[in-house]
């Protein structure tokens, strides 16, 4: 099966970037690639999608601010993070979906300092 990798996370301040990178051990050319986040105590809450023809969504709350990508030749999904907001705090988790079938990262944490 499709083992995911999320990397990039880190300490930032606010006002500050990062680029998060997923990467796949296979093609993921088929695949809908996602960015989920969940804070402490809060519930797991969808970021960004981008749908294996390139068609787009984010949370209202990023919108203008993060940017999803996919590089299907080398296998990885990007989330572009600027303007980064203390409340953007939370492990960041990627997501690849096809049909019925869906795998995780194991997350990326991702601190802004205020």
């Known amino acids: 099966q499709v083992q995911l990798v999320e990397s990039g996370g880190g300490l930032v301040q606010a006002g500050g970037s990062l680029r998060l990178s997923c990467a796949a051990s296979r093609s993921i050319a088929s695949y809908v690639m996602g960015w989920y986040r969940q804070a402490p105590g809060k519930e797991r809450e969808l970021v960004a999608r981008?749908?294996?023809?390139?068609?787009?969504n984010y949370a209202d709350s990023v919108k203008g601010r993060f940017t999803i990508s996919r590089d299907n030749a080398k296998n990885t999904a990007y989330l572009q993070m600027n303007s980064l907001k203390p409340e953007d705090t939370a492990v960041y988790y990627c997501?690849?979906?096809?049909?019925?079938?869906?795998?995780w990262g194991q997350g990326t944490l991702v601190t802004v300092s205020s």
């Open positions: 981008i749908t294996s023809s390139g068609s787009t």
């Open positions: 997501n690849a979906r096809f049909f019925t079938f869906e795998v």
